[in-house]
């Protein structure tokens, strides 16, 4: 059994790991690690890279899943199939500072703590407008999280830190798993203060590729959030999929309007319209942002936009049956229109869930 596991989630890395598996190698020394790399079916055959530096080093191992997308989760996942005591978690692009690990191990032995956190110096990181913003953003990001996260935790954003597995195998099943933010989340997710230091190394610039974090990363962080926040309460993916519903209703009266009043057709024919353009933009959308997890592609994309539509129809049946029903019941009408919206699209959730991007909505 080593003594620590170095996890590294990829997505079409292939161009950094061998270089990560030298530096590690250099600066790890005599320790006893291995390397876990937990890739996503990357395009550019990162497993396959991976694969190919274990047969040349048996220290190295890799875990590809198909289908899914996630750094949080490929971390999760990494450090579950890990035996050893101690994890470090880093990106694959080097820019994370390998060379800070041993002093890792180190404080944390002395100090019998749970993490260590790979800390990055404001002062030292590259400038630029861009940095500036980002450095902006991320202090945004981290009043969100207030009172989620230690206060004196200066960079709870961090990707680069070293745990107990013990500590995150406790705390597995209550891991968000969502998004990017797996240190955050693991300090939200503790129901006792995680004992904690940080040591601070220089963010490097990327090696090769790019950045895999989009403007979506803001939309997942937020829904990290409410799920720590409320998920006991209410899945963060129905609320996301209540989210984009509203954001249908937008894209229904805005068709209508502007074939009904502003192109005088029909009222049946743009009212037919409005309902078919809101169903297909209310499928993309929650591609993009409900299972952004499990987004659908090519074929498996049409299928899942074909029984979206079979899921919605069934769905306005089942609104206007108890809509009819309670207004039958001499319901006002406005409250009989909102329990059929309030069943169709709990309907419209869990059958999509289902037969659309399959499996249970509250796992990621
Ligand atoms: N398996 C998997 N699946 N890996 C992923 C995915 C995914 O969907 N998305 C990204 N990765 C991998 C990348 O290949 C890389 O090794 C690592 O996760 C970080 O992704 P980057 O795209 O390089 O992120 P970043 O540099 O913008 O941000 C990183 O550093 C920040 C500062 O430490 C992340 O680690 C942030 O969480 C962190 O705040
Ligand atoms: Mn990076």
Redesign the pocket.
Same mark, same amino acid.
Request: proline share 2%; net charge negative; hydrophobic share 30%.
């Given at each position: 059994m080593p003594e620590l596991s170095v996890v $590294?989630?990829?997505?079409?890395?292939a161009q950094?790991l061998p270089e990560l598996q030298r530096l590690l190698s250099r600066s790890l020394g005599t320790l006893d690690w291995e390397l876990i790399v $937990?890739?996503?079916d990357?395009p550019d055959r990162?497993a396959d890279v991976a694969r190919e530096l274990a047969q040349a080093d048996r220290r190295v191992r890799c875990i590809q %899943?198909i289908g899914? %997308?996630? +750094?949080s989760?490929? $971390?999760i996942e990494g450090i579950l199939s890990s035996s050893a005591p101690l994890v470090v978690v880093m990106?694959? @692009?080097l820019?994370?500072d390998e060379s800070i690990i041993p002093r890792m191990i180190e404080l944390l032995l002395r100090d019998e703590l749970d993490v260590v956190v *790979?800390s990055?110096h404001a002062e030292t990181g590259s400038v630029g407008e861009w940095d500036r913003r980002r450095v902006a953003m991320?202090n945004v990001a981290a009043r969100l999280a207030r009172g989620l996260i230690p206060k004196d935790l200066h960079?709870p954003?961090? *990707?680069?830190f070293l745990a107990r597995s013990s500590v995150v195998r406790q705390l597995a099943h209550r891991l968000s798993g969502r998004g990017?933010?797996? +240190?955050l989340d693991l300090f939200a997710s503790s129901p006792r203060p995680l004992r904690f230091a940080e040591v601070p190394y220089t963010?490097r610039a990327?090696a090769h *590729?790019?950045?895999?974090?989009d403007s979506l990363v803001v939309w997942q962080y937020l829904m990290m959030l409410l799920d720590k926040r409320i998920g006991h309460i209410v899945s963060p993916r129905l609320i996301s999929f209540a989210f984009v519903g509203g954001l249908g209703i937008g894209v229904h009266y805005a068709v209508l309007s502007t074939l009904y009043v502003g192109l005088g057709a029909r009222f049946v024919i743009a009212q037919g319209a409005a309902i078919w353009a809101a169903m297909t933009s209310n499928f993309f959308c929650n591609n993009l942002l409900t299972y952004r @997890?499990r987004r659908l592609h090519g074929v498996r994309l049409l299928r899942g936009l074909l029984s979206f539509y079979a899921v919605c129809a069934l769905g306005a049946f089942a609104n206007i049956g108890v809509a009819a029903y309670a207004f039958a019941q001499r319901g006002h009408w406005a409250i009989s229109a909102l329990a059929g919206i309030v069943v169709g699209t709990l309907w419209n959730y869990l059958a999509s869930a289902h037969f659309t991007w399959g499996g249970d909505p509250d796992r990621g």
């Open positions: $590294v989630p990829t997505f079409s890395e950094n $937990v890739d996503d990357s990162t %899943r899914r %997308r996630g +750094l989760s490929a $971390v990106d694959a @692009d820019q994370h *790979g990055r991320s960079d954003m961090s *990707g680069f990017y933010k797996i +240190l963010f990327r *590729g790019e950045s895999k974090l @997890d």
